[in-house]
DNA sequence: AACGTCACG
DNA sequence: ACGTACGTGACGTTA
């Protein structure tokens, strides 16, 4: 019969251990779970490794311990537990529960002594025991059945000590370890010993005498140095030991039976992880409960089965069955749709979820559709169709536009859009990682998904039902309806078409391109090898570096955490002292330019509609922005001529067709102007300003026609700067001057711009007390950098909160007059599409004889999508091509906006 | 998978 | 005495 092992845990020691060694962790709303997170990996990794039979983990509990009461000064000198660690132990417990381990505390006791006293029952019992702690004193439980595993530096490193490995590193037994602390003391305890004996005296002298009382009663026999050493600090010496001797019989109500351990609770450890938000932990969770279901991988012993959500579906398999089926989804008036399936596919296979006909309990009924079925195939896509297209059924959906992509596979449209989850969670906190509707199912439901296809998507459209009700009751009190509703779930159906109508691109053009662009390159590089004397890999930052600064001897700039930085800013500054460091940025240039836009771009050409399609991302960004991607096109260069040239090969979709695009003028700090309520910004957009000219002349003190051009561009610099929180250093590097010199400009703007200045405080102040900012129309984000012990994360936090609130009111009324311009080109049935946002400019695809009114709308939506304190500005061009694109003027004899 | 770099607003 | 501008995505190299 193998041996019964008892893994006993020093819970206090650990949670220190494991809150020194993970530098910051935090969830999204800004609970510190650093300790929480190491300890819980020790846990783990341990009961991997070591399987026990039983488990306990015990703490320290009330501040005076009997030791107190034998020296006052016990532990006087430790210091306090920080600020960031205490909250976590509750957690830490919380996650122990879940996990059925057992805690033990006992009032005026050390995790010391109820670990002494466990070991002690253990023996008797013939139990085999493994300590873990990072705590020494420990080692003087080391027995021939007791084994003491040691933390090392970070968490992942334990020693282990038997009674051999004590003897080596100490030369004492372990039951000689508290007359050995007697004599050494111990710093960190504010144990004294005898000083001036050392480790090396201490065990020679416990080698010879066995305990520290023979030690000091043979006191005349020792040599005469150790001799007066002892006689001064004979009493200290006991009391030292005493205090490190650990207690084995406290008065531990639980037996040994209470600790025996069956393996982790998965369905109470899954809220708790899905809180803390860790996500690798439940991802390793779910993945083994799919498998223990699957049978694939029998569960240990004593795991418990895992419980999954498992819903009854009814598997539509006869053709009555279908339009039955219809029927039943317009009586419940909404249904949850799941499909599967991925984009350039159609779906295949549907789950709805269904209002239960008697509306008792939160559960919809669950419908299935195989749509690969030969024999239903048609059938069952053209009642799925009947419902998709049916205006009086909600459809609530997690992630429509993916859906929008798969139903357009079959021509099938999708009306009325009533719910998307994934936007939903989106909104509640846009920095939450894991947004697929298992993530959202526990951490809004605390339901764990099933992984196996059919009942996954049945199980899928039940928990988007539930989701759709928990999610939009928790908009509702956020005060984002507006936003979901108006504009983020309206926006879905908008993105989706401008993916699917694509920009059409000249790829015959993108073909030259390349072949040019080769060439140019292969020349370049010739050149660059032999200034350096040998061919090399241009593109490989560390071979250029060993190039530039060991065998060219250059001066080195910068340096990265893997070595010497070769970024444009360093290059730039080392132009003038090699003929190969020009060449090398125009490389750079050109490569970049040949594999992410020329090359990147004509892979990603559909073959079908010879266009680019993008994928735009509602749910990514933390500021409300969209990205792009596959290919990006909110990236296409315009700051270099070379690279602008690009833009040449976005062309209209057809023949007689204009690209018209329309940007937002300096929409960020209009937007600022706004918020921060400051009369002089204010007053400079409502006389229609250039504002970079404005600000110089506010912050150099001159007039505003004696404003010079390097005057402007450092006032733009500050502009920008503002926007993104300021600091003198940033400033300085930006615009080249004296960080004093910044610091001057920056004090000029405030004074005249006070207004701003109040708003960056107020703003900050706010975040603090809510731990989120908030935009125009109550967009959120979460700031738990405000909140760090780091001076550097937090003031990266506090950047953060003002630059939120100016970039996302900004991403709020693009997106706004983006729905509004969709809906009108709708209703007016033009044929002229919106096909890109670049965050401050829309560009259109326009029939030459629409230009007139799709200007007009266009400009009418993006200016007044908000009523402001400050106009909105917006210039337009249009062209043959996105490069060639032209100012068309502003309608004549308006009068100027206020 | 992480890093350095660089394209955009 | 620190170390900084805000937000993205794609590429090639290196581990």
Redesign the pocket.
Known sequence: MPETTFLIIDGNSLAHRAFHAIPHLATSRGVTTNAVFGFTSMLFKVLDEIKPDLVAVCFDKGKVTFRHDQYGEYKAHRPATPEDLRPQFPLIKEVLEAMAIPVLECEGYEADDLIGTLVTRAEKEGLSCIILTGDRDALQLVSPMTRVLLTRKGISELEEFNEGRVWERFGVTPDQFADFKGLVGDPSDNIPGVPGIGSKTAAALLKEYGRLEEVVSRIDDLPARQQEKLRDYREQALLSKQLATIERNAPLEIDLDGCRWAGPDYNRLLPVFSRLEFKTFLRTIREKLGQAEDGKDKPSPGEKQLKTHRVPFQQVKRGEDLSLLLQLCRRSGRVALALCGRRGEGPAAAALALQPPEKEGPGPTVHYLDLDAPALRTAALETLGAVCRDPEIEKLLHDGKTALWLLQHHGIPLKNLAFDTMVAAYLLN??DAGRDPADLALEHLDLVLPSRSEEALAARADAIWRLSAVLGEKLRLAEMERLFYEVELPLVGVLAEMEMTGVAVNGERLKEMSRELEGKIAALSRQIYHLAGEEF?????????NILFEKLELPVV?K????????????EELAGSHPIIPLV?EH??L???????V???A??INPATGRLH??F?QT????G?L??????L???????EE??KIRQVFIPRREGNLILAA??SQ?ELRVLAHMAGDPNLIEAFRQGQDIHTRTAAEVFGVAITEVTAGMRGRAK??N????????????A???NVS?QE?REYINNYFTRYPGVKDYIDRTIREAREKGYVTTLLNRRRYLPDLFSAN??VR??GE??A???TI?GTAADIIKLAMVRIHRELQEKKLAARMILQ????LIFDVPAEELPVVQELVRRHMENALVLDVPLVVDMKAGPNWYEVKKIEEPAGEPPRQ
């Open positions: 846009p920095a890999n241009i593109n490989s930052t560390r071979q250029l570096g910068k990265t955490k893997t070595g010497y930085s070769t970024d444009a800013s360093v290059l940025l750079r240039q490569v970049k330019l040949k594999s992410t836009y090359d990147g771009m892979a990603l993008t994928t991302h990514v960004t933390a500021t922005r990205s792009s991607s596959d290919p990006n909110q990236n296409i260069p315009i700051r270099m690279g602008r940007d937002y929409i610099a500050v920008f700067g503002i926007v993104y929180g300021i600091s003198d250093f940033g400033l590097r930006d615009i960080r910044a001076r550097t003031s990266f950047r953060t003002v630059n939120t970039q670049v965050h401050d400019e």
